[in-house]
């Protein structure tokens, strides 16, 4: 038997043979599963007609020889046969291109419905309403709003007293920020973009003491300086004020209030430090605040109101 011939049976078998070791030798096998015979009956099916069709062409490459009309050019003696694109492939070819073009041009790409689209179009129209109608509230009553928005958003981490469950899971809201808060942004500094740019607090390695001289800050600086700030920059004759004017000025202003782009107010909140913090983010000794940017500019605008009455008449 031709030689060939006798390969494809042999791969027939091997491969019918690993098709039962996968399929049909498994517990319960093929009995009585006719499902299981069908696929195998179908790979049979598909094992042999493959292995044949393969043989075939590979004799018809073995044994044909070319016949037709040879071109004129002749590269070093290598002719060309004539070999038109028969006429239905050509119409086809064209017309592929030209519904490729349209369909590029005018077709699904560009001009096709999008959920995603349609999801950003009616949220923007949402937004714009709310904005028109909301447009004006403004005092309590933006406080009042900024409280809704609180209890849907934030109560989760920020507790209903505001006070991120003795700052377990979240930053106390009552204050501006605690003693630990403090500690820890002049120990290891800070990176966010509390500015709403990227903004750097330098590591105590790179703050000044309280003498402004250019040894770091001691351990008992840091604890004097933090318990002034998150008093809220009361005790004017404390040691920690004294680090303060020493070490921290120069960024933060006199009395905390920030410096423009230099360093965030740090004595009480105010509404873009609010806004920054929602579309930002913030990681910190507690944890990591989530961004919140997906609320409307209003209603960032009615937290941040609400934020700045809590720790009012302190
Ligand atoms: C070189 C300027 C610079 C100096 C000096 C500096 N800070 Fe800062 N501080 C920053 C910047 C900038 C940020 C904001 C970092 C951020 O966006 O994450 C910041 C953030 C803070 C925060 C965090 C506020 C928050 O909401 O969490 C505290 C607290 C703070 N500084 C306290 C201090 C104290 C106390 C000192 C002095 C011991 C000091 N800083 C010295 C630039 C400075
Ligand atoms: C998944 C929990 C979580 C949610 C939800 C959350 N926060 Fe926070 N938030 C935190 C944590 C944790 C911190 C403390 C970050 C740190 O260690 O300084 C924080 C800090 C803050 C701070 C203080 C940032 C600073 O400068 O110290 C503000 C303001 C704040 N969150 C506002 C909000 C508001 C408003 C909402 C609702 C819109 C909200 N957070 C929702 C976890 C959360």
């Given at each position: 038997?031709?030689?060939?011939y ?31 015979m069908?696929?195998?009956a ?48 050509a ?9 490729g ?110 003498n ?43 009395n ?59």
């Open positions: 038997m031709n030689k060939l006798l390969w494809g049976l042999i791969i027939t078998a091997a491969m019918l043979g690993a098709t039962y070791a996968t399929v049909g030798y498994q517990k319960g096998g093929l009995n009585g599963d006719i499902v299981n069908l696929a195998i179908g790979a049979v099916a598909l094992v042999i007609i493959t292995i044949f069709v393969v043989i075939k062409y590979v004799r018809q490459m073995q044994t044909d020889t070319a016949t037709g009309e040879l071109a004129d050019e002749s590269w070093d003696n290598i002719g060309e046969y004539k070999n038109p694109v028969p006429f239905g492939w119409i086809i070819f064209l017309g592929t291109m030209i519904w073009m349209w369909y590029f041009l005018v077709g699904y790409p560009v001009n096709a419905f999008s959920q995603i689209g349609q999801y950003n179009e009616e949220v923007a129209e949402k937004t714009a309403q709310f904005e028109k109608k909301y447009a004006n509230v403004k005092g309590d009553q933006l406080v009042n709003m900024g409280e809704s928005v609180y209890l849907v958003e934030c109560v989760a981490c920020h507790g209903l007293n505001a006070d991120g469950n003795g700052e377990i899971d979240a930053a106390d809201l009552n204050q501006r920020i605690s003693e630990k808060s403090v500690k820890y942004a002049v120990i290891h500094g800070l990176t966010g973009k509390l500015l709403g740019t990227e903004s750097a607090m330098p590591d105590r390695s790179g703050l000044m003491n309280a402004n001289n250019y040894a770091p800050i001691t351990d008992t600086e840091i604890d004097a300086v933090a318990k002034y700030v998150a008093d809220g920059f009361k005790d004017k004759n404390s040691a920690g004020a004294k680090v303060f004017a020493g070490t921290c000025v120069m960024c933060h202003g006199a905390g209030e920030g410096v423009a782009g230099m360093a965030p107010q740090i004595n009480a909140w105010n509404s873009q430090l609010v806004v920054n913090v929602l579309d930002y983010g913030k990681v910190g000794t507690i944890g990591k605040m989530p961004i919140m940017d997906r609320l409307n500019p209003k209603q960032k605008e009615a937290i941040a109101a609400y934020v700045m009455s809590l720790s009012k008449g302190e």
